[in-house]
């Protein structure tokens, strides 16, 4: 079992920082890729940035230049750092990370609001 939690979010003017974190804690040996998610009103989950277990990182094209997904395999924390905030990027943040336990699984965060103000 993985399980995950994030933390960062909150409420920021158009063209400011956050960095969100998601913290792993279980069987962290056994992760996989991790992954920032994002889920505006309306809208259908999208993935915002991914990191392999081998540091190979992807980005959607809307945050390409301004995110930067990172990972911290002493603290077993993930940071997504998000600069020049647009208030298109308004939307629940999850962490997510795929896991073998048998088989492949998949856990997910609670979320985090991340709110970006025009």
């Known amino acids: 079992q993985v399980q995950l939690v994030e933390s960062g979010g909150g409420l920021v003017q158009a063209g400011g920082s956050l960095r969100l974190s998601c913290a792993a804690s279980?069987?962290?040996?056994?992760?996989?890729?991790i992954g920032w998610y994002r889920q505006a009103p309306g809208k259908q989950r999208e993935l915002v940035a991914g990191?392999?277990?081998?540091?190979?990182?992807n980005y959607a094209d809307s945050v390409k230049g301004r995110f930067t997904i990172s990972r911290d395999n002493a603290k077993n924390t993930v940071y997504l750092q998000m600069n020049s905030l647009k208030p298109e990027d308004t939307a629940v943040y999850y962490c997510?990370?795929?896991?073998?336990?048998?088989?492949?699984?998949?856990?997910w965060g609670q979320g985090t609001q991340v709110t970006v103000s025009s």
């Open positions: 990191i392999s277990s081998g540091g190979s990182t």
């Open positions: 997510s990370a795929t896991y073998f336990s048998a088989i492949y699984l998949r856990s």
């Open positions: 279980g069987s962290t040996f056994s992760i996989n890729d």
